[in-house]
């Protein structure tokens, strides 16, 4: 089955970097879109970048272009998030997710940016 296991997260200073991995399972990693959404207390979960094969194009939310950048390992079955330049309304919980037929997310994994 289709298993997305996110890791990464934590406290850190504004101005700070967070690389977040997803590892996934069950499918052809390599032959689907990978994305990273967040959602903060009290807002509606939101896209925050795709990674889409094969050639890996990319797509951001405005919110975190110039900051964020999302890559894929396909060996390892893997996507990441490097999150730099950290504000505090970046604090969310950040979830991977993928769509194979059905829809999967991952656990979340909390960011709290904060001085």
């Known amino acids: 089955q289709v298993q997305l296991v996110e890791s990464g997260g934590g406290l850190v200073q504004p101005g700070g970097s967070l690389r977040l991995s997803c590892a996934a399972s069950?499918?052809?990693?390599?032959?689907?879109?990978m994305s990273w959404y967040r959602q903060a207390p009290g807002k509606e979960r939101e896209l925050v970048a795709v990674i889409r094969p094969p050639g890996g194009s990319t797509t951001y939310a405005d919110s975190v272009k110039g900051r964020f950048t999302i890559s894929r390992d396909n060996a390892k079955k893997t996507v990441y998030l490097q999150m730099n330049s950290l504000k505090p309304e970046d604090t969310a919980i950040y979830y991977c997710?993928?769509?194979?037929?059905?829809?999967?997310w991952g656990q979340g994994t909390q960011v709290t940016v904060s001085s």
């Open positions: 069950g499918f052809t990693f390599s032959a689907f879109a």
């Open positions: 997710y993928t769509r194979v037929v059905n829809t999967y």
